[in-house]
């Protein structure tokens, strides 16, 4: 029998719309500030594509598409992340926390010091109101020490 979507799956209608948004990104060269906009739609009741489109730090455009969920057999939410500026998928999984405001997004990618390795990262998506959310990108350093090289401000478009 389906009992429709548990919270868990209604908090990800939050993220539903149209957005634009604004980056502040470390890169070697200094901080850059990057534009661009995302579509959320829902894929049905459980599910959430996310769709942008941007300024990359060395001034190309770029494109990703993230596709986020609740796996109620792991009771986490899982995603994939894919873009047009590298050849990893990013696979994600994480908890609410803070209110259910906040949701880290544990993953590991390429190092960005070191061909061919991986670290571990943090994507965390903070719904501040329905109409402006944060996207904050952490690296966990070789110390131990959580990093934060990014952070997008979202807010809604219309």
Same mark, same amino acid.
């Given at each position: 029998m389906n009992r429709g979507p548990p919270r868990e799956h209604q908090w990800l209608q939050r993220l539903v719309g149209h957005w634009t948004y604004e980056a502040r990104v470390d890169t070697p060269e200094g901080p850059k500030t990057l534009r661009g906009s995302e579509t959320v739609r829902p894929l049905g009741d459980f599910w959430v594509l996310m769709e942008g489109q941007g300024e990359m730090p060395d001034?190309?455009?770029?494109?990703?598409?993230?596709?986020?969920?609740?796996?109620?057999?792991?009771?986490?939410? $899982?995603?994939?992340? @894919?873009?047009?500026?590298?050849?990893?998928?990013?696979?994600? /999984?994480?908890?609410?926390?803070?209110?259910?405001? $906040?949701?880290?997004?544990?993953?590991?990618?390429? @190092?960005? @010091?070191?061909?061919?390795?991986? @670290?571990?990262?943090?994507? $965390?998506? /903070?719904?501040?109101?329905?109409d402006h959310r944060l996207l904050g990108s952490l690296m966990l350093g070789n110390d131990g020490q959580c990093c934060q090289f990014q952070v997008s401000e979202f807010r809604r478009a219309g």
């Amino acid at each position: 029998m389906n009992r429709g979507p548990p919270r868990e799956h209604q908090w990800l209608q939050r993220l539903v719309g149209h957005w634009t948004y604004e980056a502040r990104v470390d890169t070697p060269e200094g901080p850059k500030t990057l534009r661009g906009s995302e579509t959320v739609r829902p894929l049905g009741d459980f599910w959430v594509l996310m769709e942008g489109q941007g300024e990359m730090p060395d001034g190309t455009s770029g494109s990703w598409l993230m596709l986020l969920g609740y796996d109620t057999g792991k009771g986490r939410f $899982v995603g994939t992340w @894919a873009g047009s500026m590298m050849g990893h998928l990013w696979l994600y /999984e994480g908890s609410l926390e803070q209110g259910d405001n $906040v949701l880290p997004l544990n993953t590991e990618g390429p @190092a960005m @010091a070191g061909e061919g390795s991986l @670290a571990r990262y943090c994507d $965390v998506i /903070e719904v501040v109101d329905e109409d402006h959310r944060l996207l904050g990108s952490l690296m966990l350093g070789n110390d131990g020490q959580c990093c934060q090289f990014q952070v997008s401000e979202f807010r809604r478009a219309g």
